[in-house]
């Protein structure tokens, strides 16, 4: 019986990918370890015993971190403003990837173009105008609605210091990536299966819903899992959007620690234990999904 040979450089050169992978997954996993470990530490213990496992495990950090973050309710807004974010990302970029992929007409392509330029615009580039362009919209809308006696004196605010400002600005500046994905993504969708639902009698809305939708899992699941994360992370827009600490969210609630508790390493550590725990649970939670989409949604039958 013919027995299969192993080359000495196949099994080298697995064990060097193996070296290098566990080498990674350690620099990557051991800071984690060290904050979580460091976190149950007091500050004085921490400057005298930086690397060693805490000798008195205590939960004050925590107990204290949450009150001065008042993380109660910042924990609340990056919930609503994460997952509602990401909804109408999605829904939004496969709506409109659906219409610039299969519904051809003359603007098609200068609309198209118009929303990909977006991705060549950072957000620092676009803080300043933004802000701007928000407030002396609730200004002029607010004069409107003053003159027309529909509001009293007092202020209005329709986008600046609301909910729904934040969720607009956060839905609108991922825009071009989401359109860009998803139109390439539906390209690749066969015409027949449209063409076969217009002879059905389906109409453009009942072939979006019945459809795409379901044909675009993959690809909605890597918009995602792209967002998720920036979006529950994400602190420069929010900072000039919201000033009142109930629209907050939770990056703005661990930013407070790096003032006058700059020094106070223990609650440093537990503040941002309690904004990582969640993305972390989310990653476990959904790691199967997530690898399914990402190869999926990059490698597209």
Known sequence: MHQKSIRPGTVLGKAAAYIVMGVFAFMTVYPLVWLFLNSFKTTTEFRTNMMGLPIDWTLDNYISSWRIGAFDKLIGNSILYTLGSTVGITFFSLLTGFAFAKIKSK??????????????????????????????????????????????????????????????????????VGIYMCTEYIRGIPGAIIEAAQIDGAGYFRIFRSVIVGMSKPIAMTLSILNIPLLWNEFALINILVSETSLKSLPLGIYKFSGGLSSDYGKQFAALVIGM????????????QITAGVSMGALKE
Do not use: K
Not at 123 to 145: A, C, H, K, W, Y
Not at 281 to 288: G, H, K, N, P, V
């Open 107 to 176: 603007a098609t392509g200068f609309i198209y173009g118009s929303f990909i330029i977006g991705i060549l615009l950072t957000i620092q580039s676009l803080m300043v105008p933004l802000f701007l362009e928000v407030t002396s919209i609730d200004r002029g809308i607010g004069n409107i609605l003053r003159s027309l006696g529909l509001i009293g004196p007092g202020e209005f605010r329709l986008f600046h210091n609301t909910r729904f400002g934040v969720l607009i600005i956060y839905i609108g500046s991922a825009l071009p």
């Open 277 to 288: 725990l969640p993305m972390l649970l989310f990653y476990i939670a959904f790691r199967r």
